[in-house]
């Protein structure tokens, strides 16, 4: 495309704050960049919008509860522990995030919460593999979700250590796309003079990444047909987690999703719930005082299960699943940005919106959700920020307290 037609495009779009950047390029800048904002429905990023969507009508989900549990486990164990040696399970790790709360300028998955020890995150998810793979002689593949931000560092990570003693042909790596990042006027902020700024597209369009990957191809020639997924920021995660895997296939599930109880009402978290009979999430700022004090009949929270990111699905049902629309949130975040003369910018404050598509706005498409109720204590200890709840000050607690060396 020629200039002066970019220039027109650009116009037509509304992005005309963008002609200063394109007049200083060469031509086979001007072609990149051209081909970038080829892939940007403009319409679709005007038309999202920062309120809530209306919702259905919600009512509690159901859960298999600690105490349920109890009452078959051992089944549950065999059929996990069958369906681990079939070698019909993979998993697959998100850790495509910027991970901003953190402040880290690597991956998250490179953050050392060894205290006395070197003790990556990357490194607790594939200690739990060797672990499975001495009890029962299976090799799980990993598949490692990125983005364009860390791949690089990533997989630079993993070559360095070795692969934490996993062997390279058992970990595979594919990026998640990313998305543009805008000013509050939807005009599209530059990373550099010739680089759009954008952001990793959030988790909701990891099973499209995959699938279009060589780790997809991989999976497909192994004839996988479950996958336990998991989020990089949490150490304490339990992925190849027998009685979960026995229980979710006994299930039939197309979708099982370990929860958590909320700890108090006013909780920050997310829960499960029904919306219009379907299974799906209400987000903590959606979260009204009628749903957030609802109790039943013994004063038990109605609305209290929260995700903890590790989820098995069924392969078929992904792929069912795969081209239902999802829809996209936007947040404002600090988002760093270029002038057209070079000059470059940090905000401290929010300046703009990255868009994302989020995980369990997937599970209305599913044909059953199962939920699995875990010990907080001994399966939850997210890393989202340094210092305070979820950090890696409560992290570092919680795995000392199960045992954990640090
Ligand atoms: P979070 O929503 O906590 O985001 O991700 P984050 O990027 O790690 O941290 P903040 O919000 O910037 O501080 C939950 C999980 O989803 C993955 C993360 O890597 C983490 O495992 N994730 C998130 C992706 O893989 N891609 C994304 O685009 C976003």
């Not at 953050?111 to 799980?140: D, M």
């Not at 983005?147 to 594919?174: D, M």
């Not at 706005?361 to 305070?388: C, H, Q, W």
Request: hydrophobic share 35%.
């Amino acid at each position: 495309m020629e200039k002066t037609a970019l220039n027109t495009m650009l116009q037509k779009n509304k992005q005309e704050h963008l002609l200063p950047y394109v007049a200083a390029m060469t031509e086979e800048q001007a072609g990149i960049f051209e081909a970038e904002l080829s892939k940007i429905d403009f319409a679709a990023l005007e038309a999202i919008t920062e309120e809530s969507p209306v919702r259905g009508t919600i009512t509690p989900i159901e859960a298999y509860t600690l105490q349920r549990r109890a009452l078959e486990k051992e089944e549950n164990l065999r059929v996990g522990i069958e369906a681990i040696k079939s070698g019909r399970l993979a998993t697959v790790m998100l850790a495509g995030g910027q991970g901003t709360r953190l402040g880290s300028d690597k991956p998250k998955g490179c953050y050392n919460v060894g205290i006395t020890r070197e003790y990556y995150l990357f490194e607790a998810h594939v200690e739990k593999l060797i672990e499975t793979e001495k009890k029962y002689g299976v090799k799980l593949p990993l598949y490692i979700m990125t983005s364009e931000k860390n791949h690089e560092q990533t997989v630079a990570f993993f070559e360095t250590h070795e692969y934490f003693g996993y062997g390279k042909e058992n970990i595979g790596f594919f990026r998640q796309k990313s998305a543009p990042c805008t000013d509050f006027n939807r005009k599209l902020l530059m990373e550099s003079t010739t680089r759009l700024a954008s952001s990793p597209n959030g988790n909701g369009g990891w099973y499209v990444s995959l699938a279009e990957s060589d780790c997809g191809k991989e999976m497909r020639e192994r004839g996988i047909e479950w996958i336990s997924l998991f989020g990089v920021d949490n150490p304490l995660q339990r992925f190849c987690c027998e009685e979960f895997i026995g229980a979710s296939v006994r299930a039939n599930a197309s979708c099982a999703v370990k929860v958590v109880t909320k700890a108090y009402p006013e909780e920050l978290m997310g829960v499960m719930c029904l919306e219009d009979g379907k299974p799906s999430m209400i987000a903590y700022a959606e979260m009204t005082d009628a749903l957030r004090y609802a109790t039943d009949e013994n004063g038990n929270l109605l609305y209290t299960y929260g995700d903890i990111l590790n989820m098995i699905f069924r392969v078929d049902e992904l792929d069912r699943c795969m081209g239902a629309e999802m829809p996209i949130h936007i947040a404002r975040k600090k988002i760093p940005y270029v002038d057209a003369d070079g000059t470059a910018h940090s905000p401290t404050a929010p300046n703009g919106f990255k868009y994302e598509q989020f995980l369990f706005d997937a599970f209305r498409y599913m044909s059953s959700v199962f939920l699995f109720e875990v010990e907080r204590s001994k399966e939850f200890a997210p890393i989202k920020n340094l210092t305070g709840a979820d950090s890696v000050e409560s992290a570092r607690r919680m795995l000392t307290e199960n045992g954990v060396t640090l």
